[in-house]
């Protein structure tokens, strides 16, 4: 698979700190999610590995497939962001005058949810990118 020109450079997040935010009492058990999901998950970019220990890869992912796994996840956050989704969607296509204020409102709402995974430590990021340089 080639990478687009877009993902280049693109913010991803670490499987563990994405499991943490997401609720998991086991971070590392989004793993298998991510493993059993890995075609979906391709369908919104690459799913980056890396090598954490011998034998052993972590994924990095970008802001599609965190949205994507919460679908898929059986945690409260997963389930918020889910349904803010969903209703961000149903009101766009209700084409009454009061979805433009709706879908609005729960735009905002939805960033809320949203602010802590944008605002996890950005030292992955860097040295995910450092990682990447060659």
């Given at each position: 698979?080639?990478?687009?020109?877009?993902?280049?450079g693109a913010r991803r997040w670490?499987?563990?700190?994405?499991?943490e935010w997401l609720g998991y009492k086991r971070p590392r058990s989004i793993r298998a999610l991510i493993h059993k999901r890995l075609a979906e998950l391709e369908r919104h970019g690459i799913v980056?590995?890396?090598?954490?220990?011998?034998?052993?890869?972590?994924y990095?992912?970008?802001?599609?497939q965190v949205i994507a796994l919460c679908a898929w996840v059986d945690t409260p956050r997963g389930k918020e962001v889910w349904?803010?989704?969903?209703?961000?969607?149903?009101?766009?296509?209700?084409?009454?005058q009061h979805s433009v204020t709706g879908v609005?409102?729960?735009?905002?709402?939805?960033?809320?949810?949203?602010?802590?995974?944008?605002?996890?430590?950005?030292?992955?990021?860097?040295?995910?990118?450092?990682?990447?340089?060659?």
């Open positions: 698979m080639v990478m687009n020109r877009t993902e280049i670490k499987d563990l700190r994405v499991g980056e590995t890396a090598p954490e220990y011998p034998g052993i890869f972590g990095w992912l970008n802001f599609h349904d803010l989704i969903v209703k961000i969607n149903a009101a766009v296509w209700s084409h009454n609005l409102a729960l735009r905002e709402e939805l960033i809320s949810v949203l602010d802590g995974l944008l605002r996890l430590d950005f030292r992955d990021h860097l040295r995910h990118a450092l990682c990447t340089v060659q």
